[in-house]
């Protein structure tokens, strides 16, 4: 089974078995719904399947209640750990929308076919979010996720198109 992340575990809260949660999905209401089933990724083997009972927003953290879990000492071993989904779970995204997963990995190139190398990160800094460009004996290309610079994205094939603009490269 393929999970993926969606928050880590920072902390307890109180004595009733909350943690903090850290989101790091953008469907933070659907995910950490009551009834939610998430994963607990544990130190070595399969990840640890968790109920929802509770979750509100908390001082910019989830304070998340799972079912069965509602003294401190019981959640006190989930610190640090990474809450996750499993791939059959993930929401359907609108056309032109993907998952970082999907994008990492894929090959970067211009409109006129020159390659210039292999998505390996995203960062999201504000208004839109950068790719990061590994090329081979340069430094890393930011590449500004807009209309004006990504042309094409090709799952399929693996790939990206991008038009430059003038001063990224």
Do not use: C
Not at 11 to 40: C, K, P, Q
Not at 61 to 72: E, S
Not at 103 to 110: A, D, F, N, S
Not at 136 to 165: A, H, R, W, Y
């Amino acid at each position: 089974m393929e999970f993926y992340n969606v928050g880590k575990i920072v902390n307890t809260h109180g004595i009733r078995g909350e943690v903090r949660v850290m989101a790091t999905t953008d469907f933070v209401e659907e995910r950490f719904a009551a009834g939610e089933t998430l994963y607990l990724q544990q130190a070595a083997g399969e990840p640890l399947a968790l109920t929802v009972e509770s979750a509100r927003p908390h001082k910019g953290f989830i304070l998340v209640k799972f079912k069965d879990y509602d003294n401190i000492n019981d959640v006190q071993g989930f610190r640090n750990r990474e809450l996750l989904v499993s791939a059959e779970d993930q929401q359907p995204l609108e056309d032109g929308q993907y998952y970082y997963h999907q994008i990492i990995g894929l090959k970067v190139k211009t409109v006129e076919g020159r390659e210039l190398g292999t998505i390996k990160e995203i960062l999201s800094p504000g208004a839109n979010d950068v790719w990061v460009v590994k090329r081979s004996g340069k430094q890393d290309l930011l590449l500004p996720v807009i209309d004006d610079v990504v042309k094409t994205v090709d799952l399929e094939n693996g790939e990206v198109i991008v038009e430059l603009m003038e001063g990224l490269e």
